[in-house]
């Protein structure tokens, strides 16, 4: 079965500096992973997406994302968090929703980004 | 380019009611999904229709519906409410050109169960 475990429930960084935000996937198959954002009270946001054409992942808004099979890892990252940053960010994980329509939501990481 | 819209943006019902709740996919997108943020509980999944014909749905009681229109734009239907479904509901669209799984996301529509 596929699950995905974001490490961390909230994580704050300060402005201009790194956001580092960590998920974890388990999956019988080749994955597609995917990051969203949620700003309060807005529905979701692609971020970006893996789908085994590249390891690293460039998305929206300078973030960026490594698939690393090794550590079933598909960490979030960007080099100077902006205010605007600030945040809810799901990992999710499909195993061929195309098949079954179902994306598999990690329960979100809160980013605070501190003036 | 439109993207996925939903309505109403916020509904209040009471325990007992019906609710429906409504979303037009993105133009050209053929498949609907549904899904339930409720506090505490994460984003689940509920339904998924595609070409007018429901492909799948999650681990929800029946009396979570819906259909999908000619126009692919599609209903979710809840009867007796619960105070429990109080939650965000998240309409998402995607196309299946090429068997894409990208699916993108409306605004969500609030339901308040009083």
């Known amino acids: 079965a596929q699950s995905v475990t974001q490490l961390d429930s909230h994580v704050s960084v300060s402005e201009g500096t790194p956001v580092l935000l960590r998920c974890n996937y388990s999956?019988?198959?080749?994955?597609?992973l995917f990051w969203y954002v949620q700003h309060p009270n807005k529905g979701l946001q692609l971020l970006l997406k893996?789908?085994?054409?590249?390891?690293l992942v460039k998305g929206i808004n300078g973030f960026e994302a490594e698939f690393k099979k090794s550590e079933t890892s598909f960490h979030l990252t960007k080099p100077s968090a902006h205010m605007s940053d600030a945040a809810e960010y799901f990992c999710?994980?499909?195993?061929?929703?195309?098949?079954?329509?179902?994306?598999?939501f990690g329960q979100g990481t809160t980013l605070q980004v501190k003036p | 380019e439109a993207g996925v819209t939903q309505s109403p943006t916020h509904l209040i019902k009471t325990r007992g009611q019906q609710a429906t709740l409504r979303c037009s996919p993105i133009?050209?997108?053929?498949?609907v999904y549904w899904y339930q943020q409720a506090l505490g509980l994460g984003l689940q999944f509920l339904l998924w229709y595609d070409e007018g014909e429901e492909r799948n749905r999650g681990n929800f009681p029946p009396r979570f519906s819906g259909r999908q229109f000619p126009n692919y734009s599609s209903e979710l239907n809840v009867n007796a409410l619960e105070l429990e479904d109080s939650a965000l509901y998240l309409c998402?669209?995607?196309?299946?050109?090429?068997?894409?799984?990208?699916?993108?996301f409306g605004p969500g529509t609030r339901l308040t169960v009083l």
């Open positions: 999956s019988s198959y080749s994955p597609s």
């Open positions: 893996y789908t085994s054409a590249a390891t």
């Open positions: 999710v994980v499909s195993e061929g929703s195309s098949n079954t329509g179902k994306l598999i």
């Open positions: 998402a669209s995607s196309s299946n050109i090429g068997l894409t799984d990208t699916q993108y």
């Open positions: 133009s050209g997108h053929t498949s």
